[in-house]
C-alpha cells in the first residue's frame, strides 16, 4: 500500500460495509437516502466550513505523506470524503441498532439528564477555556446544539440517539485512532495543543469525543425531521 493512500483508504474502509449492507431488507438503510443526504450536506457544509478556517489558522493540519495532495478549496478531498463516509456509516448503526431494539425506556427517561450534564460540562470548559480555538467553538456549537433539543425540537429520538452514540464510539476510537497517530510513524491529522486542552484519549483529543456529538447530533436532528415531515404529509408508515 502506498502511504499516500491511507486516509482515503480510511474513508473508503469506513463506508464499505454499511454501503454494502444497506440493502438488507431487514434495515432497508437505502430507504433512508432521500432524508440521508440532505443531512449529510447540511452538516458537511457546515463543519468543512469550520474545518477551511482551522486549517488556514493552523489548529489542525493535515499529512502530506498519508494524503493524495488533491485538494479542494484548501482541503484535502480525503477530508472532505470525510464528513460523508463517517456519518453514512455512523447513522448505519444508528438505523441497524433502532430496527433490531425499537425501544429505549431507560435512556428515554435519562436523556434530558444526559443533555443537561453534557450541557453544563461545556458551558463550564468554554468558560475556563474560550482562548483555545478548537475547545471554545466545540463546546459552543455543542451547546448551540443540545440548547436547541432541549427547549426547541425536544426529539423523542433522543434516548436513541444516546444509544446509538455509545454504540459509535467503538468504530469511533478506531478511526480517530488511526488518524490520530496510532500504528503509524506520525497523525494522519495533527492539532495544535496550544489550540486545545491537551488532554488525549490514546492518540486522540479529549474534545473528538464532543465533536463526534455535535456532528452525529446534527445529522440526526436534520435526518429525524425530514422523516416526521415525510411521514406527515403521506401518512403512511416508513421505515424506521
Known amino acids: 500500500m502506498k502511504e499516500q493512500y491511507l486516509y482515503l483508504i480510511i474513508n473508503i474502509g469506513t463506508i464499505l460495509f454499511p454501503f454494502l449492507f444497506s440493502f438488507e431488507k431487514r434495515v432497508a438503510y437505502y430507504t433512508w437516502w432521500k432524508f440521508l443526504l440532505p443531512s449529510l450536506l447540511?452538516?458537511?457544509?457546515?463543519?468543512?466550513?469550520?474545518?477551511?478556517?482551522?486549517?488556514?489558522?493552523?489548529v489542525w493540519g493535515f499529512s502530506e505523506t498519508y494524503t493524495t495532495g488533491i485538494d479542494v478549496a484548501g482541503l484535502p478531498i480525503e477530508e472532505i470524503l470525510f464528513f460523508i463516509t463517517v456519518p453514512y456509516a455512523s447513522i448505519f448503526i444508528y438505523a441497524f441498532v433502532n430496527k433490531l431494539w425499537p425501544n429505549t425506556p431507560r435512556l428515554d427517561k435519562a436523556q434530558k439528564y444526559i443533555s443537561y450534564a453534557i450541557l453544563i460540562i461545556a458551558i463550564v470548559v468554554l468558560i475556563f477555556n474560550y482562548d483555545k480555538a478548537y475547545t471554545a467553538l466545540n463546546c459552543g456549537?455543542?451547546?448551540?446544539?443540545?440548547?436547541?433539543?432541549?427547549?426547541?425540537?425536544?426529539?423523542?429520538?433522543?434516548?436513541?440517539?444516546?444509544?446509538?452514540?455509545?454504540?459509535?464510539?467503538?468504530?469511533?476510537?478506531?478511526?480517530?485512532?488511526?488518524?490520530?497517530?496510532?500504528?503509524?510513524?506520525?497523525?494522519?491529522?495533527?492539532?495544535n495543543n496550544t489550540e486545545n486542552l491537551g488532554i488525549r484519549m490514546g492518540t486522540i483529543p479529549v474534545e473528538d469525543s464532543l465533536y463526534s456529538l455535535s456532528l452525529m447530533l446534527m445529522n440526526i436532528t436534520i435526518l429525524e425531521y425530514l422523516k416526521s415531515r415525510f411521514k406527515k404529509h403521506n401518512q403512511i408508515p416508513i421505515v424506521a
Do not use: C
Not at 447540511?42 to 493552523?58: E, N
Not at 455509545?166 to 492539532?191: A, K, R, S
Open 42 to 58: 447540511i452538516t458537511a457544509t457546515v463543519f468543512l466550513t469550520w474545518d477551511y478556517f482551522f486549517t488556514l489558522s493552523g
Open 141 to 191: 456549537y455543542a451547546i448551540v446544539l443540545l440548547s436547541l433539543q432541549l427547549f426547541v425540537v425536544k426529539g423523542a429520538y433522543m434516548g436513541k440517539f444516546y444509544r446509538f452514540y455509545f454504540w459509535h464510539l467503538i468504530p469511533f476510537f478506531i478511526v480517530n485512532g488511526i488518524l490520530t497517530g496510532t500504528g503509524i510513524d506520525q497523525e494522519v491529522v495533527w492539532y
